[in-house]
């Protein structure tokens, strides 16, 4: 599950701790709290132990993601995001071609549509940016 790593990094760092210190005090293994830092997903246990170690209900980790607020057009605060993730299957391809996480689906990506003017972004899933860093068919610009 996706978890806050800014608070943990914040909270690492207002008690002075290294990642082996946090390791110890929530039990975890060094390795867990590396991966975790890094890719901002723990399992419901690491969660757990890491809110009970900086003294936090589990709810205060949780990833909150806002991906356009305000808008970048006009400024307005009333954003709105589709509730899930969907699938770039268009007719006649893909709209992100080579980037799905499986031999038959497409990568996902989540709208957001500012309520004021309309301005509209697509933002992609974590899975599809992990192949996009390392594919040969899309280039850096």
């Known amino acids: 599950m ?6 943990i990094l914040k909270l690492r760092e207002e008690k ?6 946090l390791a110890n005090a929530s039990g975890l293994n060094l390795r867990t709290i590396q ?3 890094k890719r901002g997903t723990a399992s419901l246990h690491s ?3 890491l809110a009970s170690a900086f003294d936090l209900d589990i709810q205060d980790l949780n990833y909150k993601e806002k991906l356009m607020a305000p808008c970048p057009e006009c400024k307005s605060e009333e954003v709105y995001q589709y509730k899930d993730y969907i699938d ?7 709209l992100l071609p080579k980037l799905a996480s499986g031999m038959f ?19 992609v899933s974590n899975d599809a940016l992990d192949k996009l860093k390392v594919s040969k068919h899309w280039l850096r610009v």
């Open 2 to 7: 996706k978890i806050n790593v800014k608070i």
């Open 16 to 21: 002075a701790w290294s990642q082996e210190e």
């Open 35 to 37: 991966r975790i830092e």
């Open 47 to 49: 969660k757990k132990v």
């Open 88 to 94: 770039t299957t268009t007719i006649g391809g893909e």
């Open 105 to 123: 689906s497409s990568a996902k990506i989540r709208p957001v549509v500012c309520g004021n003017c309309g301005f509209l972004r697509y933002f």
